[in-house]
C-alpha cells in the first residue's frame, strides 16, 4: 500500500468525529453561557433534549448536504460553503425541535443565546475537522521523500496571475510527484504587483520576462492566461525560444469550453495561440435556451468542424445528441471523447450517407431531432475538381434531404455550416456549397421556420488545410512550399469559429446568411515561418522555403464580404447578417438544382459546371483553370 493510501481517511471516521463534537458542541454552548453557575444544574433537562435533537438531527442534515461524500483532502471554497449551509440548515431544524419541546412543556427553563452559541461551535468544529484533514494531507505530501527515480524539480514561472494562473500553482503545490515548483508570477495587472497567491511572488509584469530569465534559474515558463491574444502568447514564445527555455501554455478560452483548467490541459503552444484573438463573448443564454434540454443532430459529426460542434453543444446539457457521419472510424472517435467528457450525456452514434433519402427519413422519424447542425460536406477544392459528381451529390443532394427530412420532421431549428468560398464561386466546390445555401435559405422562407447559414472562412488545423501540409513538410525536413511571399488568407481557430456557429445559431429567426468575422487576412509566408519556428527550426537555415508561383486563376487575398451588399450587425459584435443576396428562389430554384442532380448521377461533368455558371450570380468556374490536385485551397 502507497503512501498516499494510507492517508486517506474514510468518512466514516468522519461522522464518529462529526458524532463526538456534536456531544462537545452542545455541552460547550451551556457551558459558555451558564458558567456552572447555581442555574446550571436548572437547565440540565434542556440540555439533554437539546443533545438528543442535535445527534438526531444533525448528521442526518450533514448526510442530505453531501458531508460524507467529499474527498477532503481536496477541500476548497466550495466545500466551505457547503459547510456553512449544512451546519445553519442542522442549527436551525435543532432548534425549532428545542422550541417544540419548550413549547409542549417538556422542561421549564431554556437559554436562548445557547442555540446560537452551538451554531457557532459547530460552524468551527465541523469545518475545522475537515478542513484539518486537506492541512494533514498536504504537509504530508511535502514531507514525503521523493523516488530515487523521479526527474529532478523543475523550477516553473507563470505568466499570469489570474484565477487559471492560481489553479495550476495550486495543483503544482497539491501534487509534488509532478516535480513542478512555481517561482513566482509576471501578471500586466498593476494591483498585483508584489502580491503573493498561494505564497508564490508576482515579481513583474510581462515585460520583464527577458530579464528574469537572465538572472534567474528558471528551467519551463508557462502561459496561463486562456483569454490572452495572440501577440502575448506570441512575446513569450519569442522570448523563451531565444534564450533557450521550454514553455507550453494552457489552451485558448474557447477550447476550454465546458472543460477545467488544470495542469494535465497544459500543451506545447501550436500556431492557433499565436493566432488567438480577444474573446469576444456575450449573450451565452441564448445559446442555452436554443441547446439546453434540446434533441440534437449533428451531420458530418466525424469531421473537424462536426466534431468540435459536438463537444461544444454538449456542454449544454442537450437532451440527446445524434452523430450522424460516414466514416466510422471518425463516428466513433468523436463518441469516444464525449463519453469520455460528458458521461451522462445521451449520445447516438449513426453512421449513414446524407445521400440516402430513405436512411435519413428513418433517423429522422426514430430520433425526432429539434435542433440540426449541417456540417456533412465535401470540402477540398482541388479533389472536387475532378469528382463533380461527388460534389453534386454530397453537397446538394445530401443538403437536399436534410432540408427536406428536417421540414417533414418539424424540426425547430436548422444551421447549415458554409463557406467564403460560396462568394462568386470559382471552383466546383464552392458552387456546389453556394448552391446548398440556397436550398436552406429557400426552405426557411417557405416554411417560415428559423434555417439560415453560416458562413466563414479556412480554420487552422481542419482536414486538408495548409497546416497540416505544412506540417508534414517539415517533418519530412521540407521544403516547404508557399506559393506566393504575398499570398494571404483569412484564418480562424477551430473552437472560435465553432462558438461563433452556435451564437449565430441563437441569432437566427429564419433566411438569414450570417457571416463571421474573420479578422485580418494572414500572410501564408507568416504562416510557415511561425510552424517553423514552433518545431524548434529557423526558417531559411534549417527548413528551407520554395516559392511555387501563383497557381492560374487564384488569388493572391480572398474575399470574405460581397461588394454590394449590405452586412448588418447582430447582437454579437464578431458576426453579421448579409442582406439583399441575389440568391435564385422558388422553382427556379428547384428546376436547376433537379437538372443540376441528374446530370450529375449522369456523369455529365461538363453540362453540370456549365450551368452552375450560368445559375450562380458572380460563378466564374469554367474561365478558371483548375488547381492542382496536391494544393491545398
Same mark, same amino acid.
Given at each position: 500500500m502507497n503512501m498516499k493510501a494510507k492517508l486517506h481517511i474514510r468518512n466514516r471516521f468522519v461522522f464518529v468525529g462529526d458524532f463526538s463534537l456534536i456531544i462537545v458542541s452542545v455541552v460547550l454552548s451551556f457551558l459558555l453561557r451558564l458558567e456552572l453557575d447555581d442555574a446550571f444544574s436548572i437547565y440540565i433537562p434542556s440540555a439533554v433534549?437539546?443533545?438528543?435533537?442535535?445527534?438526531?438531527?444533525?448528521?442526518?442534515?450533514?448526510?442530505?448536504?453531501?458531508?460524507?461524500?467529499?474527498m477532503w483532502i481536496y477541500a476548497s471554497v466550495q466545500e466551505l460553503k457547503l459547510i456553512v449551509a449544512s451546519v445553519t440548515a442542522a442549527s436551525v431544524l435543532v432548534s425549532m425541535a428545542v422550541v417544540g419541546f419548550y413549547v409542549s412543556g417538556a422542561f421549564f427553563g431554556f437559554p436562548r443565546s445557547v442555540l446560537i452559541i452551538d451554531w457557532l461551535i459547530s460552524m468551527f468544529f465541523v469545518g475545522g475537522l475537515r478542513l484539518s484533514l486537506r492541512l494533514i494531507a498536504e504537509s504530508f505530501n511535502q514531507n514525503t521523500p521523493q523516488n530515487s527515480i523521479s526527474l529532478r524539480i523543475r523550477r516553473v514561472l507563470i505568466i499570469g496571475a489570474g484565477d487559471a494562473g492560481a489553479l495550476v500553482v495550486r495543483e503544482m503545490q497539491r501534487n509534488p510527484q509532478l516535480n513542478l515548483i512555481p517561482i513566482g508570477f509576471l501578471d500586466d495587472n498593476l494591483a498585483k504587483q508584489k502580491q503573493q497567491i498561494y505564497s508564490v511572488p508576482v515579481v513583474g509584469n510581462i515585460s520583464d520576462?527577458?530579464?528574469i530569465l537572465a538572472t534567474q534559474r528558471l528551467d519551463e515558463v508557462i502561459i496561463a492566461i486562456p483569454s490572452a491574444p495572440g501577440r502575448i502568447v506570441r512575446l513569450v514564445a519569442d522570448i523563451c525560444r531565444l534564450k533557450g527555455v521550454p514553455f507550453r501554455t494552457m489552451p485558448g478560452i474557447y477550447e476550454l469550453l465546458g472543460g477545467k483548467v488544470s495542469i494535465s490541459r497544459l500543451r506545447e503552444v501550436d500556431i492557433s495561440d499565436l493566432l488567438r484573438r480577444e474573446p469576444t463573448r456575450i449573450r451565452d443564454e441564448l445559446i442555452g435556451a436554443t441547446l439546453s434540454g434540446k434533441k440534437i443532430l449533428v451531420t458530418g459529426a466525424g469531421g473537424s468542424i462536426g466534431r468540435e460542434l459536438c463537444r461544444q453543444i454538449s456542454r449544454w446539457g442537450p437532451s440527446e445528441l445524434v452523430l450522424l457521419g460516414h466514416g466510422e472510424n471518425s463516428i466513433f472517435e468523436t463518441l469516444l471523447e464525449l463519453q469520455e467528457s460528458y458521461p451522462h450525456l445521451v449520445s447516438h452514434p449513426i453512421i449513414g450517407d446524407i445521400r440516402d433519402v430513405n436512411r435519413l427519413q428513418s433517423i429522422y422519424s426514430h430520433y425526432q431531432p429539434q435542433v440540426v447542425f449541417h456540417a456533412a460536406a465535401h470540402k477540398h477544392v482541388p479533389l472536387?475538381?475532378?469528382?463533380?459528381?461527388?460534389?453534386?451529390s454530397n453537397n446538394i443532394l445530401g443538403t437536399q434531404n436534410i432540408v427536406e427530412a428536417s421540414l417533414a420532421s418539424g424540426v425547430d431549428r436548422l444551421v447549415m455550416i458554409s463557406t467564403d468560398k460560396a462568394i462568386r464561386p470559382t471552383s466546383v466546390m464552392g458552387a456546389t456549397k453556394r448552391i446548398a445555401e440556397m436550398l436552406v435559405l429557400e426552405a426557411a422562407g417557405r #416554411?417560415?421556420?428559423?434555417?439560415?447559414?453560416?458562413?466563414?472562412?479556412?480554420?487552422?488545423? #481542419?482536414?486538408? #488545410?495548409v497546416v497540416p501540409l505544412f506540417k508534414y513538410q517539415i517533418a519530412r525536413g521540407g521544403p516547404v512550399t508557399v506559393?506566393?511571399?504575398d499570398m494571404r488568407r483569412y484564418f480562424m481557430t477551430i473552437p472560435e469559429a465553432v462558438y461563433l456557429v452556435l451564437q449565430a445559431a441563437s441569432l437566427g429567426e429564419g433566411g438569414e446568411t450570417f457571416v463571421l468575422n474573420m479578422g485580418q487576412q494572414l500572410r501564408i509566408l507568416d504562416l510557415a515561418e511561425d510552424l517553423i519556428r514552433l518545431s524548434g527550426l529557423e526558417p531559411g537555415r534549417d527548413i528551407e522555403i520554395v516559392f511555387t508561383g501563383v497557381r492560374p486563376g487564384e488569388k493572391l487575398s480572398e474575399d470574405l464580404w460581397d461588394e454590394g451588399f449590405v452586412f448588418e450587425p447582430t447582437a454579437h459584435p464578431e458576426i453579421f447578417r448579409l442582406d439583399g443576396q441575389n440568391d435564385i428562389i422558388g422553382s427556379a430554384l428547384h428546376q436547376a438544382t433537379g437538372?443540376?442532380?441528374r446530370l450529375g448521377k449522369e456523369g455529365d461533368s461538363t453540362a453540370i459546371i456549365n450551368l452552375m455558371d450560368e445559375f450562380i450570380p458572380g460563378s466564374t468556374i469554367r474561365s478558371t483553370?483548375?488547381?492542382?490536385?496536391?494544393s491545398v485551397d
Open positions: 433534549y437539546m443533545l438528543a435533537a442535535a445527534l438526531l438531527i444533525k448528521p442526518i442534515v450533514y448526510h442530505l448536504f453531501g458531508l460524507y461524500r467529499r520576462l527577458p530579464k472536387m475538381e475532378v469528382n463533380v459528381e461527388d460534389a453534386v #416554411s417560415g421556420q428559423p434555417y439560415s447559414v453560416v458562413r466563414f472562412g479556412n480554420v487552422l488545423g #481542419s482536414r486538408g #488545410s506559393t506566393h511571399p437538372e443540376i442532380i483553370p483548375p488547381p492542382e490536385l496536391t
